[in-house]
T-cell receptor
Framework: GENVEQHPSTLSVQEGDSAVIKCTYSDSASNYFPWYKQELGKRPQLIIDIRSNVGEKKDQRIAVTLNKTAKHFSLHITETQPEDSAVYFCAAAGDMRFGAGTRLTVKP | KAGVTQTPRYLIKTRGQQVTLSCSPISGHRSVSWYQQTPGQGLQFLFEYFSETQRNKGNFPGRFSGRQFSNSRSEMNVSTLELGDSALYLC?????????????FGPGTRLTVT
């Protein structure tokens, strides 16, 4: 099955800075790469996704980039705010395997 | 549309018992997946059901089983519970859009095994 590696496991930034989380995958047949945000005690929420026919997608302060040749994709959060603090998970479909998660802390 | 629902939300069981968790997907979604979430292990894929058939399976022992009904509702069963089964069990329903399955999570069932 798919193997998804996610880095870093923890990330601390100052409010207003940017945050970048990277994931690599192994299955070249994967065609869908979602990102989820999970706040403490809540369910994972889909925040952005990208399909294999696109290299970049942006939604306000968040963006995702995909490099199919290198088999990696990244989440970029600009102008971070304290409410961005959460655990972020990447995933790669086919069979929707998740990365181990990144705990992002935004310091006010 | 109503979101994914899971029952019960909290459960306490003792070792050796069995437990059944239920998941109702978003209306129209035919795929339901189950995940185990523990603090140190992230989201571990258990299995996926589509149209009442198990389509994918993760690396969990046979004590973990599931099924899906004709209305797409799914149940997960864990037999002979162990302390290590304490976790948040999440189900997610998904639908096909642009050749990919978008997945939405339920609130989870927190299982504590004592």
């Amino acid at each position: 099955g798919e193997n998804v590696e996610q880095h870093p496991s923890t990330l601390s930034v100052q409010e207003g800075d940017s945050a970048v989380i990277k994931c690599t995958y192994s299955d070249s047949a994967s065609n869908y790469f979602p990102w989820y945000k999970q706040e403490l005690g809540k369910r994972p929420q889909l925040i952005i996704d990208i399909r294999s026919n696109v290299g970049e997608k942006k939604d306000q302060r968040i963006a995702v980039t995909l490099n199919k040749t290198a088999k990696h994709f990244s989440l970029h959060i600009t102008e971070t705010q304290p409410e961005d603090s959460a655990v972020y998970f990447c995933a790669a479909a086919g069979d929707m395997r998740f990365g181990a998660g990144t705990r992002l802390t935004v310091k006010p | 549309k109503a979101g994914v629902t899971q029952t019960p939300r909290y459960l306490i069981k003792t070792r050796g018992q069995q437990v059944t968790l239920s998941c109702s997907p978003i209306s129209g979604h035919r795929s339901v997946s189950w995940y185990q979430q523990t603090p140190g292990q992230g989201l571990q894929f258990l299995f996926e059901y589509f149209s009442e058939t198990q389509r994918n399976k993760g690396n969990f022992p046979g004590r973990f089983s599931g099924r899906q009904f004709s209305n797409s509702r799914s149940e997960m069963n864990v037999s002979t519970l162990e302390l290590g089964d304490s976790a948040l069990y999440l189900c997610a329903s998904s639908f096909l859009r642009d050749r990919a399955y978008e997945q939405y999570f339920g609130p989870g069932t927190r299982l504590t095994v004592t």
